[in-house]
C-alpha cells in the first residue's frame, strides 16, 4: 500500500479532530478548551489541505467551514480570555 502526501497530511488531520472529539467525550477537555479548539482548527485545515490536493471539492467545503468555524472559536477565546 503506498501512501500519498494526501493521505498522509488527511490521516494526520482526521486524527487530531478525532483526538479532540475522543477527550471531549471523555470529559477530559471542554469545547470551550483551547486544545479542544486548536485541534479542531489544525486537524480541519490538514483535512481541508488534503480535499484540496484530492480535488474533493464535497469535503473542501466542510473542512474549509469547520476550519472556518475553528478559526472563529479560537479568536473568541482569545477574546474572552484577554479580559
Do not use: H, R
Request: glycine share 4%; aromatic share 12%.
Amino acid at each position: 500500500m503506498n501512501f500519498t502526501v494526501a493521505d498522509l497530511v488527511g490521516t494526520i488531520g482526521v486524527t487530531l479532530l478525532l483526538s479532540a472529539f475522543l477527550l471531549n467525550l471523555l470529559n477530559k477537555i471542554s469545547q470551550a478548551n483551547f486544545i479542544y479548539i486548536f485541534l479542531n482548527l489544525v486537524g480541519a485545515s490538514l483535512a481541508c489541505l488534503a480535499s484540496v490536493i484530492l480535488k474533493y471539492i464535497p469535503f473542501v467545503i466542510l473542512e474549509g467551514t469547520w476550519t472556518l468555524v475553528s478559526l472563529v472559536a479560537l479568536v473568541n477565546y482569545f477574546i474572552k480570555n484577554s479580559k
